[in-house]
């Protein structure tokens, strides 16, 4: 049953998304690095910085933040091992029919249209930047989940940026016309894309 009486603010769910993600080594540049990389032969302008601040703007979104979480949670029990058979061995060997990790962070990614969900089919198949890095990691660190959700959120923040270009197309501009830090943080109301 639904506990209306307990209530985490969004605050506490954004730091605790950034602060999971930190403790995974991967940060708003990694990510940032791969929507540039996805996005930049097609967008006039754009730089590293309009990407972070894309990135920076997905991550309030509570369907990521709460994919990332989940995700990450699941990741971190597996490299104790923690998890009960046969789900550990599933997870901590990324078991190659085992489908919630994308299935995850592919739910995030709808929020986001259909360009984020092919971009992240993309990403899924192709493991740029750090994405690849996540996915080879060897040794005790499991990432079955990390990896896609790093794809999401990059899958998002380029799909962002894929609309603000046809904005600024129909303006007769360019990502150089505007400042990063129009692609920020969101205001205090999670409410926009």
């Known amino acids: 049953m639904h506990n209306k009486r307990i209530r985490v603010h969004s605050d506490e769910v954004t730091k605790a998304t950034h602060d999971a993600l930190e403790r995974r080594h991967v940060t708003i ?13 097609y ?4 730089t590293i910085e309009h990407c972070i601040q894309s990135v920076e703007r997905v991550l309030t979104k509570r369907e990521v933040q709460h994919a990332v979480l989940v995700g ?5 029990l597996a490299e104790k091992r923690l998890l009960s058979a046969p789900l550990q061995a599933i997870i901590e060997s990324d078991e190659g029919l085992f489908g919630v990790d994308e299935t995850l ?3 995030s990614v709808f929020t986001y249209g259909s360009i984020a969900v092919t971009t992240f089919g993309h990403l899924d198949k192709q493991k740029i930047g750090i994405i690849e890095k ?18 999401s959120i990059a ?10 270009m046809r904005d600024l197309e129909e303006e007769g501009g360019t990502f150089a016309d505007i ?12 409410t926009e894309i």
Not at 43 to 46: A, Q, S, T, V
Not at 179 to 190: I, R, S
Request: one cysteine or more; proline letters at 8%.
């Open 29 to 41: 540049e990694d990510i940032a690095e791969i929507v540039y990389t996805m996005q930049s032969p």
């Open 43 to 46: 967008n006039e302008g754009l």
């Open 72 to 76: 990450i949670e699941l990741d971190e």
């Open 105 to 107: 962070a592919l739910g």
């Open 134 to 151: 996540l996915d080879t990691k060897a040794g005790e660190s499991v990432n079955t989940f990390l990896d896609d959700l790093v794809g």
């Open 155 to 164: 899958a998002c923040a380029a799909s962002r940026l894929a609309h603000r």
């Open 179 to 190: 400042p990063p830090v129009e692609l920020g943080p969101a205001p205090k109301l999670n």
